[in-house]
């Protein structure tokens, strides 16, 4: 039963940063577009 409940965890453990990590890399490269459109460099 552990055995399974830890299978079924891990790959949360893994996913939520991943996601996060997703969402502030996704925001930062957004705004720098914005910023480089602002800029006239696009």
């Known amino acids: 039963m552990l ?3 830890s ?3 891990i790959p949360i ?3 939520i940063p ?3 990590l997703y969402f502030i890399i ?3 490269v957004k705004n720098a577009i ?5 800029n ?3």
């Open 3 to 5: 055995n399974l409940l």
């Open 7 to 9: 299978l079924l965890l």
């Open 13 to 15: 453990y893994l996913a």
């Open 18 to 20: 991943a996601i996060i």
């Open 26 to 28: 996704k925001f930062a």
């Open 34 to 38: 914005i910023e480089l459109k602002e």
């Open 40 to 42: 006239n460099y696009l």
